[in-house]
């Protein structure tokens, strides 16, 4: 059995210091589950290969190739209620793609960076512009 990720290495004390510390701000303010939310990222390597052949387990695949890195990141946000679900938005490389040439309506926010990654500019604009925006109007 091999452990894969960080779960072991969580700090369990600082975990429960966390939830507790929440827990009385969440009471003290009076807040409800519409009133709190979450943001969370996940990527899309869509060059990467596996790591593992899918025939043999044991066997590493395709060795000697390098893992192209192209890939977008794609931040979600929605409240603890589940009620209020904001627009997707991606990160990608390129301010203009080539893919989009010619669409007039895209269905989330789309912003570029050089290694297609989060940034504090990026994550301001769409907290101002689309976040605040949204949720006050």
Not at 33 to 53: G, H, M, N, R
Not at 81 to 91: E, F, M, S, T
Not at 105 to 122: G, L
Request: aromatic fraction near 16%.
């Amino acid at each position: 059995l091999k452990n894969r990720g960080n779960k072991a290495s969580a700090d369990h004390k600082a975990v429960e210091k966390c939830v507790d510390e929440f827990a009385n701000i969440f009471t003290h303010e009076n807040l409800t589950l519409d009133q709190v939310y979450k943001i969370a990222e996940t990527s899309l390597f869509w060059c990467y290969l596996p790591q593992i052949d899918t025939n043999m387990a044991d066997e590493l695949a395709h060795k000697g190739i390098k893992d192209g890195k192209d890939g977008i990141t794609v931040p979600a946000c929605a409240n603890a209620a589940g009620i209020h679900k904001c627009k997707l938005a991606v990160i990608g490389k390129s301010l203009y793609p080539y893919c989009f040439q010619g669409v007039n309506f895209f269905p989330c926010h789309y912003s570029a960076n050089k290694k297609a990654w989060i940034s504090r500019e990026i994550f301001s604009d769409w907290f101002h512009f689309f976040f605040v925006f949204v949720f006050f109007s």
